[in-house]
């Protein structure tokens, strides 16, 4: 079955730190790549996306490629802030008529200043 | 501002007793999702629903009841089937086939506990 796997954490850097959090994933079919973000206490909220291989997904200064080649979806920021701590989640697709998404565990992200 | 509204925001229940969270959009989305949050995993897949009067079984439906009387409307009871109820519950909304591969939107969750 379609799977994600994500980089386990707790993830802690300092603030103007390099962050990546690495994703891979497994789809009998041609899958979208999603990355979430959950701030205490709340709901999901969409980052960034990639529907097709070579799509670069970004926003709020972060990124991720869509690599069919290695199978991965890897978030990448040149420079972290506080306000980036979260919960962050990669997710995949298969998007056959049927919208249900498939999620990694979940990393967990600190910053400290 | 269209969003999904999830009440309440916490909810406790007693051993035998069912009870029943609520999930509503105003984004005129076709689907609509139910996901189950425990610490450390990722989020499951309890039940979906693609258009009004149909649902489906996600992955972890044993214990969860659904209806889909509304397009705006997806509440999902937790019956006293399901011995393990304590968890963060999550809703989600998407537009469905009419566009796809489009992402889903969250509500704020509801956080069940046992008495």
């Known amino acids: 079955g379609d799977s994600v796997t994500q980089m386990e954490g707790p993830v802690t850097l300092s603030e103007e730190a390099f962050l990546t959090i690495n994703c891979t994933y497994t789809a009998t079919g041609y899958p979208s790549l999603f990355w979430y973000v959950q701030y205490p206490g709340e709901g999901l909220q969409l980052l960034l996306k990639a529907t097709k291989a070579d799509d670069k997904g970004s926003n709020k200064g972060f990124e991720a490629t869509y690599r069919k080649e290695t199978t991965s979806f890897h978030l990448e920021k040149g420079s972290v802030q506080v306000s980036d701590s979260a919960v962050y989640f990669c997710?995949?697709?298969?998007?056959?008529?049927?919208?249900?998404?498939?999620f990694g565990t979940g990393t967990r992200l600190t910053i400290i200043p | 501002d269209g969003g999904i509204t999830q009440s309440p925001k916490y909810l406790f229940r007693k051993e035998g007793q069912n009870v029943t969270l609520s999930c509503e959009q105003n984004?005129?989305?076709?689907?609509m999702y139910w996901y189950r949050q425990d610490p450390g995993q990722g989020l499951r897949l309890i039940y979906y629903s693609q258009i009004v009067n149909d649902f489906q079984k996600g992955d972890i439906a044993e214990g969860y009841s659904v209806s889909r009387e509304k397009k705006e409307s997806f509440p999902l009871t937790v019956t006293s089937a399901q011995k393990n109820p304590t968890a963060f519950y999550l809703c989600?909304?998407?537009?469905?086939?009419?566009?796809?591969?489009?992402?889903?939107?969250f509500g704020d969750g509801t956080r069940l506990s046992i008495l």
């Open positions: 984004l005129n989305h076709d689907a």
């Open positions: 997710a995949l697709s298969i998007g056959s008529g049927n919208e249900k998404l498939t």
């Open positions: 989600a909304s998407s537009m469905g086939e009419r566009l796809r591969n489009q992402p889903q939107h």
